[in-house]
């Protein structure tokens, strides 16, 4: 493997502080962007995920020996979002998170199929995500992916955004390559 190659493996044990701190920088952005109360239940909701590792495959993105981005595929029927979501019998993406030095270059994109290929590897159908508003960019990488908007699953938690599901047939003809 060379120097600039990612690697893309589950996460160790000894890595859960380093996907914490790279989680909450990339991430910060949202608090200039999003209205106070938003941005304070962004931060608490991420803060809660990191913290529990219920039906979770934590995954990173490694390049030159060190997590460039993470991600959380939920299983089916987990709760990725506690009660303020209903569970979905697919699984779920959360927390893409991509060192602000490494945007463009891919990773993200990366993260995403690596969940895509194992929720197929598992059998799943569909697998979906969630967003809001001031993730544009995220937005925008979902649907070139081919997820499309799902109001049915949107949440609202209080004093936040709305929260915007999404979900990718896994065996869409419109998109072989995924």
């Known amino acids: 493997m060379s120097a600039n190659e990612l690697l893309l493996r589950d996460a160790r044990a000894d890595e859960r502080d380093a996907i914490a701190h790279l989680t909450s920088r990339a991430y910060e952005e949202y608090a200039s962007v999003m209205a106070p109360s938003a941005w304070t239940a962004l931060r608490d909701a991420v803060r809660a995920s990191l913290a529990d590792d219920a039906g979770v495959t934590r995954i990173v993105a490694?390049?030159?020996g060190a997590?460039?981005?993470s991600v959380a595929l939920y299983a089916p029927d987990a709760a990725p979002y506690g009660d303020l979501a209903s569970r979905a019998p697919w699984p779920e993406v959360r927390l893409v998170a991509v060192d602000p030095a490494e945007r463009g270059a891919g990773v993200g994109r990366a993260l995403v199929l690596e969940c895509v290929r194992r929720a197929r590897q598992a059998g799943a159908t569909t697998l979906g995500l969630h967003t809001s508003r001031s993730m544009r960019a995220a937005a925008r990488l979902?649907?070139?992916?081919?997820?499309v908007r799902d109001p049915d699953h949107d949440f609202h938690p209080p004093g936040a955004e709305l929260v915007e599901g999404y979900r990718l047939r896994l065996h869409d003809p419109a998109h072989p390559e995924l």
């Open 67 to 69: 997590v460039v981005g």
């Open 142 to 147: 979902y649907e070139r992916l081919g997820f």
């Open 62 to 64: 490694e390049r030159a």
